[in-house]
């Protein structure tokens, strides 16, 4: 079955407004402020009250994560009908936007996820790129603690949210952003209250599904050349032709990664990527009790194994108990059958090399033997995230 590509296609239309909020950013903040202004009143009212953010490497589970919180009635989140626009001016976005009905199509993850304008999506980086340079140079760090704190930064952020949560008439906010989790600090610096779920994944099929949409992103977008542009001003740099890795404090390790990728070795260099950030961040949480109480690791195998449990547990966590909820949506949990990892004896041998060590801290105690890939909850993907 060969692969389809069309979900890459951006319109010209959409390829120029992009544009044109990409590079002036200034004006847009100011356009935003303006709005923040010109609402003051009808969102006095409106608090900023435990938001929840999901945060942790690509196909881990994430986006399972936000459409499941995204059902919840108090729950407001950004879809992909806010780009680029409803980022800086979210109330007349909104508010402008004809309601109609959309035919739902295959995202360009090729994934079987089935989205519309109004599905959520990670939309949030644009907002912090707006604000902070760099933010993706691999050969600095990306991390942020309380200590780099920005007052412009978070009074538009925080206003951001508010309209958000006033124009949908909603009072929780979840984010989903994969960058976040170098963030966990100053999120909560922010928002004390603030609530963190972080999904990991088995590096078995965390790996061969980063490997797969690599392969992917790349294709598509040398086949619709504005998708890499599209990507680059959305702010994701997890894969495709300009992939970055995240650096969190440690060049040398970053440098080693990016050389990898370029000598050809793509399991080798993914799997020392991943024991990179979830190593990292096992230490970070270790060194911050109230983060960690704060945060909420959720293995993507248990979703696999134990939907209905895992999803409450989620529920509990952010405050957001609706027990209905987690049993109609377990019911939509499922392993799909479009593909498996198809790793070799020393493909599993470098597995176990580079991420077994990380992989044992968070459970994981088997490693990434060849029996493991036995396991259905291992060798297939949680329809829709893989």
């Known amino acids: 079955m060969s692969e389809n590509y069309d979900g890459f296609r951006v319109t010209l239309g959409s390829h120029w407004l992009s544009r044109l909020v990409h590079r002036y950013p200034s004006i847009w903040k100011r356009l935003g402020s303006w709005e923040t202004a010109s609402v003051a009143q009808q969102i006095a009212d409106v608090e900023v009250t435990r938001p929840v953010f999901v945060a942790g490497l690509a196909r881990s589970g994430s986006t399972v994560l936000l459409e499941f919180l995204a059902r919840h009635p ?110 966990l600090q100053y999120l909560r610096a922010i928002f004390p209250d603030a609530r963190f779920v972080v999904p990991i994944r088995h590096p078995l099929t965390h790996v061969a599904s980063l490997m797969r949409q690599h392969r992917r992103f790349s294709e598509g977008q040398r086949r619709h050349r504005r998708a890499l542009d599209h990507v680059r001003r959305v702010g994701h740099f997890e894969f495709g032709l300009d992939r970055r890795p995240m650096n969190l404090g440690d060049s040398r390790t970053v440098d080693e990664v990016l050389r990898l990728w370029e000598s050809g070795e793509e399991t080798r260099g993914w799997a020392r990527y991943w024991a990179y950030v979830y190593g990292w961040l096992h230490e970070l949480l270790a060194a911050d009790p109230p983060l960690a109480d704060a945060s909420l690791i959720v293995r993507y195998e248990d979703l696999c194994r134990r939907p209905l449990r895992s999803l409450e547990d989620v529920l509990q966590h952010c405050f957001l108990d609706d027990s209905r909820l987690a049993e109609e949506f377990a019911g939509e949990v499922s392993a799909p059958d479009y593909y498996r990892p198809d790793f070799s004896e020393n493909d599993l041998a470098v597995l176990e090399e580079e991420t077994g060590e990380v992989a044992r801290r968070y459970g994981y105690e088997g490693g990434c033997r060849l029996d493991d890939s036995r396991d259905p909850a291992l060798g297939l993907a949680l329809s829709p995230a893989c």
């Not at 980022?87 to 936007?97: E, K």
């Not at 959520?120 to 600095?140: C, I, K, Q, T, Y």
Request: with cysteine.
């Open 74 to 183: 108090q729950v407001a989140t950004h879809r992909y009908s806010d780009f680029p626009v409803g980022l800086f001016l979210p109330t007349l976005w909104n508010r402008g936007r004809r309601s109609r009905r959309y035919a739902p199509r295959e995202r360009a993850h090729g994934d079987r996820l089935q989205v519309t304008p109004d599905s959520p999506e990670a939309m949030e980086e644009v907002l912090w790129m707006a604000f902070f340079s760099g933010l993706h140079d691999s050969s600095r760090s990306s991390v942020c603690t309380a200590g780099d704190r920005c007052p412009e930064f978070e009074t538009f952020y925080r206003d951001h949210i508010r309209k958000l949560l006033h124009v949908r008439g909603r009072t929780r906010y979840v984010s989903k952003g994969n960058y976040n989790i170098c963030r």
